[in-house]
């Protein structure tokens, strides 16, 4: 018998396993994700390295080959006299400039360019009134009008700032030189990917410093994988404010990264984690199917020691009578010794009955079913019974079908209808009657044993045949039992190859029924 201690240990045990299974699932978990999100931010990384590199060919191409040739040729014109756009400017930078104007004091005229937009000159005026003292060839302004971005490079004519040049940006003539950026070759040292990786494996957007889109590269769309770099003041700030987006595909994470991206591994632990908690149930049922087998076994000690104490008590008595010459007269003698004779046979059934469940138990129930006539067998183990059904004034009554036969093992239907009988008379009422039928029923042969006790309710007629198992009413009642006495009979029956079931009988008290195939006989 187990100590509470060693029963909650047994329940203790599969429980903290399951936790600890929890915590180890939680922890690699959080391993994985730590994994996965240094993995995502080395290729954000990888990305913005490919954006700077980016930022920094656009802003010298745009810088030194764009707005800085323009700003130098206005300001040599204006030394020797004439304030133009000399032809030999390349056609690149020259596309660059949108509006052009002089403005002298109040005084001021375009030289280049359509209708300028309203806005454009009083900013011009305005940028005229207050150049920076420290001002080098041209400074840049911008600003968003509309929503549309719009850029402004101012070139000083003389020391004092009095004359100055000033021209709006167009900024889709910016597009050759951000395309320049690209077609130069992988923005991506080589000593990434070994060299082999080129700007197929990008995703970039230009946006200037409205947020407007002048350049997109690459099909894919990897917003996880996006990082955002602005030109900040690079070059005199032509480009300041603008940025680009960059990501790289996640297919080639595999040639950036040793192993590649850590695949996710949630299905895998919740499948284990399912697994661990499963078996740690199935150990908690386990173990409390074990603790209720271990408090069926304890009443079966208790039931089987009270079976046997009281028919050795009883013998004790009788044969103690006997033996000190305590008789009235020679028939109350031979009463007793009926008596002992009497407790004898129930003593034997009972031992009986725990020798056949540790065979059962153990798989050596040897039977050996051969064809007979089952009736002068039922009517033999009847009239034996008669005895022990006589302690308790129960008249035994059967109804025999002559001609049913079938396969049985004599000892083994012995035991079987010893029990039933036993079963009826016990918890059957005192002066009661049971009743013994046998009969062919079809392709059957039936052995009914009624009583007239409570009957069994719906819900356990299948528990009765298990072992150990007695109704809650009984183990309350005076009535003992071991409980393998239907348990055997439900062994026995099916290595007949057949069943047993239990029902109500007719008027009230149970009908248990064991069916078997039938055999034929010879006369």
């Known amino acids: 018998m187990l100590s509470r201690a060693g029963r909650l240990a047994r329940f203790v045990v599969p429980a903290a396993a399951a936790a600890v299974v929890v915590a180890l699932a939680v922890a690699a978990l959080r391993a994985e994700r730590s994994h996965r999100v240094a993995a995502e931010q080395v290729m954000r990384d990888y990305a913005g390295v490919a954006a700077t590199e980016f930022i920094r060919r656009t802003a010298f191409d745009v810088g030194f080959n764009g707005y800085q040739p323009v700003a130098i040729a206005l300001a040599r014109t204006a030394a020797a006299g004439e ?10 930078s020259r596309a660059l400039v949108d509006h052009l104007f002089v403005v002298e004091g109040d005084a001021a005229r375009q030289l280049a360019g359509g209708p300028a937009p309203s806005w454009l000159l009083p900013w011009i005026r305005a940028e005229a009134a207050h150049v920076p003292p420290d001002h080098d060839s041209y400074f840049v302004r911008h600003r968003i009008v509309d929503g549309a971005a719009a850029t402004l490079i101012v070139v000083p004519l003389d020391e004092v700032g009095r004359r100055v040049a000033a021209f709006d940006v167009s900024l889709a003539a910016q597009r050759p030189f951000l395309q320049r950026s690209l077609d130069r070759g992988p923005l991506l040292p080589d000593v990434v990917g070994d060299g082999k990786l080129g700007n197929d494996v990008l995703s970039l957007s230009y946006r200037d410093h409205a947020g407007a889109e002048r350049l997109r590269s690459g099909s894919g769309s990897w917003p996880d994988w996006e990082v ?94 006997v033996l000190l010459g305590r008789a009235a007269s020679a028939q109350e003698e031979r009463r007793f010794l009926e008596g002992a004779a009497r407790e004898t046979i129930r003593l034997g059934h009972l031992v009986d009955n725990i020798l056949d469940f540790s065979r059962a138990e153990r798989g050596v129930l040897d039977l050996a079913p051969a064809p007979r006539r089952l009736a002068p067998l039922v009517d033999q183990v009847t009239r034996s019974f008669q005895p022990v059904a ?29 029990n039933l009988l036993d079963n009826a008379v016990k918890y059957g009422p005192e002066q009661g009657d049971v009743t013994v039928r046998l009969r062919r029923a079809d ?81």
């Open 443 to 523: 392709d059957k042969v039936e052995l009914a044993v009624e009583d007239r006790g409570p009957g069994v309710p719906p819900r356990e007629r299948a528990a009765i045949f298990e072992p150990f198992h007695r109704l809650p009413r009984d183990r309350r009642s005076a009535s003992t039992g071991a409980g393998i006495g239907l348990a055997i009979v439900h062994e026995l029956a099916l290595r007949h190859g057949g069943s047993c079931r239990v029902e109500d009988r007719e008027g009230g008290g149970a009908r248990f029924v064991v069916v078997l195939p039938p055999a034929e006989v010879a006369a």
């Open 83 to 92: 304030i133009r756009l000399p032809p030999a400017l390349p056609a690149s």
């Open 228 to 321: 955002d770099v602005r030109f900040n003041d690079f070059f005199r700030s032509v480009l300041e404010d603008s940025h680009v987006r960059v990501a790289i595909d996640p297919a080639v994470a595999a040639r950036l990264l040793p192993g590649g991206l850590p695949s996710s591994q949630l299905p895998v632990l919740v499948v284990l984690l399912a697994g661990a908690l499963l078996l740690g149930g199935l150990g908690l049922l386990q173990t409390r199917r074990e603790l209720a087998f271990a408090r069926l076994r304890e009443d079966f000690v208790v039931g089987v020691s009270h079976e046997l104490r009281t028919p050795l008590a009883q013998i004790r008595l009788f044969t103690e009578t």
């Open 390 to 418: 006589a302690r308790r004034r129960v008249v035994l009554a059967a109804e025999l079908d002559p001609e049913a036969g079938a396969a049985v093992d004599e000892a083994g239907f012995t035991r079987l209808l010893l």
